[in-house]
C-alpha cells in the first residue's frame, strides 16, 4: 500500500506566505510525475503545480510567480512554496503521484494525498 501524507495547511492572512508538504510511503519502486491540486467550495477540482523527476515543472496560470514546486526523490517527496496568497487561494489542496511503481513489482498506481486545508483571509 502507497499513501500520500501532506502537511503545512493553515490560516493566513491575504499576501503571507505557505508551505505544504507530501511524502509518499509505503512499498514504492518508483514515482514519476508528483503534483498539486486545489478544490475551492462549489468548485471542480484543478491542477496547481507539477513536477517530473527531472524537474521540470509546470503552473496553473493563477499561481505562476507566486508559487514554487519541488521535490526530493530520496524522500520521495514534493513542496509548495506558496507567496502573496490572496483569498481566491482558498481550497482544499491534495498531493497527486499519478504513476507509482509498487515496489517488488510492476504495479502502477494512481495515488492521492487526504488533503489539507489553506485559508487565506482578506
Known amino acids: 500500500q502507497v499513501q500520500l501524507v501532506e502537511s503545512g495547511g493553515g490560516l493566513v492572512q491575504a499576501g503571507g506566505s505557505l508551505r505544504l508538504s507530501c511524502v509518499a510511503s509505503g512499498s514504492i519502486r518508483s514515482i514519476n510525475d508528483m503534483g498539486w491540486y486545489r478544490q475551492a467550495p462549489g468548485k471542480q477540482r484543478e491542477l496547481v503545480a507539477a513536477?517530473?523527476?527531472?524537474?521540470?515543472?509546470n503552473y496553473a496560470d493563477s499561481v505562476k510567480g507566486r508559487f514554487t514546486i519541488s521535490r526530493d526523490n530520496r524522500k520521495n517527496g514534493v513542496y509548495l512554496q506558496m507567496s502573496s496568497l490572496k483569498p481566491e487561494d482558498t481550497a482544499v489542496y491534495y498531493c497527486?503521484?499519478?504513476?507509482?511503481?509498487?515496489?517488488?513489482?510492476?504495479?502502477?498506481?494512481?495515488?492521492w494525498g487526504q488533503g489539507t486545508l489553506v485559508t487565506v483571509s482578506s
Open positions: 497527486n503521484a499519478p504513476d507509482v511503481i509498487v515496489g517488488g513489482s510492476n504495479r502502477h498506481l494512481e495515488v
Open positions: 513536477i517530473t523527476t527531472g524537474g521540470m515543472t
